[in-house]
């Protein structure tokens, strides 16, 4: 079982099932043009799935086969559909121009993913797209409140 299987693997969220706040607030304030959407690194589907209940059509990656099945539940919980796949973003297939919107929160991955990824969704992104992150700063190793323990 993997790392990520592994902590998804209570029955509880372990994030819980509410949007994070920086997205919401993002979202709700901005504009964006078409609906189409990519939610990478996504763990048990909080965002994506609130993403779909707002009329968009999401496709949410993770390696955790626990953390999308629990993300499947939620859609179905809340009367929405979203796509999923079990893809490790090291070795992900990037279509071209295809989302509006790929979103990313508290996704972090050593140099040579992170440089394939940014790569993959400059790639996938059609022209006038977005990508929305949110990640933790070196600053937060002092706090030790979460988060990657290495810059």
Same mark, same amino acid.
């Given at each position: 079982?993997?790392?990520?299987?592994?902590?998804?693997?209570?029955?509880d969220y372990?994030?819980?099932?509410?949007?994070?706040?920086?997205?919401?607030?993002?979202?709700?304030?901005?504009? @964006?043009?078409?609906?189409?959407?990519?939610?990478?690194?996504?763990? #048990?589907?909080?965002? /994506?799935?609130?993403?779909? *209940? =707002?009329?968009f059509d999401?496709?949410?990656?993770?390696?955790?086969?626990?953390?999308?099945?629990?993300?499947?539940?939620?859609?179905?919980?809340?009367?929405?559909?979203?796509?999923?796949?079990?893809?490790?973003?090291?070795?992900?297939?990037?279509?071209?121009?295809?989302?509006?919107?790929? @979103?990313?929160?508290?996704?972090?991955?050593?140099?040579?993913?992170? #440089?394939?990824?940014? /790569?993959?969704?400059?790639? *996938? =992104?059609?022209?006038?797209?977005?990508?929305?992150?949110?990640?933790?700063?070196?600053?937060?190793?002092?706090?030790?409140?979460?988060?990657?323990?290495?810059?």
């Amino acid at each position: 079982m993997s790392k990520w299987d592994e902590r998804f693997s209570s029955e509880d969220y372990v994030y819980g099932t509410d949007p994070n706040e920086f997205l919401q607030k993002w979202i709700t304030s901005h504009q @964006i043009e078409g609906k189409r959407v990519l939610a990478i690194a996504e763990g #048990e589907g909080r965002n /994506a799935v609130w993403l779909a *209940t =707002l009329g968009f059509d999401v496709e949410m990656w993770d390696a955790s086969k626990v953390g999308l099945e629990k993300a499947k539940r939620l859609a179905t919980s809340r009367n929405v559909s979203l796509q999923t796949k079990q893809i490790d973003l090291n070795e992900a297939v990037w279509s071209q121009e295809t989302y509006d919107l790929v @979103i990313c929160i508290f996704g972090h991955f050593p140099p040579h993913v992170r #440089e394939k990824v940014l /790569a993959g969704i400059q790639k *996938t =992104l059609r022209p006038g797209g977005v990508f929305l992150t949110e990640v933790y700063s070196t600053h937060q190793l002092a706090y030790r409140t979460g988060g990657p323990k290495d810059l």
